[in-house]
């Protein structure tokens, strides 16, 4: 059965810095391009990062890039995000998503599994 499963999430002081990890089983990962999402209450979930599949190539959304890190260990079958120069503005449920492709998308539509979150709430 295909599992995807985020961890890592926790409080963490504006400024502060946290790495998210997304385990995956079930699929080989390095067939597939991983994107992170995150979700606020009363918002639409939106974009955060991906990283491609036949390559080490990412893509972040603007409120990440500079800050954010996506990576990818195949042998763990696992993806990670490293969170640095954390906002309040961050704080959310951060989804981690497989798509069997090259490259992925910035659209969440189009990813195939889904796990079910992890929180990140930042303090002030």
């Known amino acids: 059965q295909v599992r995807v499963v985020e961890s890592g999430g926790g409080l963490v002081q504006s400024g502060g810095s946290l790495r998210l990890s997304c385990a995956a089983s079930?699929?080989?990962?390095?067939?597939?391009?991983v994107g992170w999402f995150r979700q606020a209450p009363g918002e639409d979930r939106k974009f955060v990062a991906r990283?491609?599949?036949?390559?080490?190539?990412?893509d972040y959304a603007d409120s990440a890039e500079g800050r954010f890190t996506i990576s990818r260990d195949n042998a763990k079958s696992t993806v990670y995000l490293q969170m640095n120069k954390v906002k309040p503005e961050d704080a959310a449920t951060y989804y981690c998503?497989?798509?069997?492709?090259?490259?992925?998308?910035?659209?969440?539509?189009?990813?195939?599994?889904w796990g079910q979150g992890t929180q990140v709430t930042v303090s002030t």
């Open positions: 998503a497989a798509q069997n492709s090259a490259f992925g998308s910035r659209f969440a539509t189009e990813y195939h599994y």
């Open positions: 990283v491609f599949r036949d390559y080490d190539s990412t």
């Open positions: 079930g699929f080989t990962l390095d067939w597939y391009a």
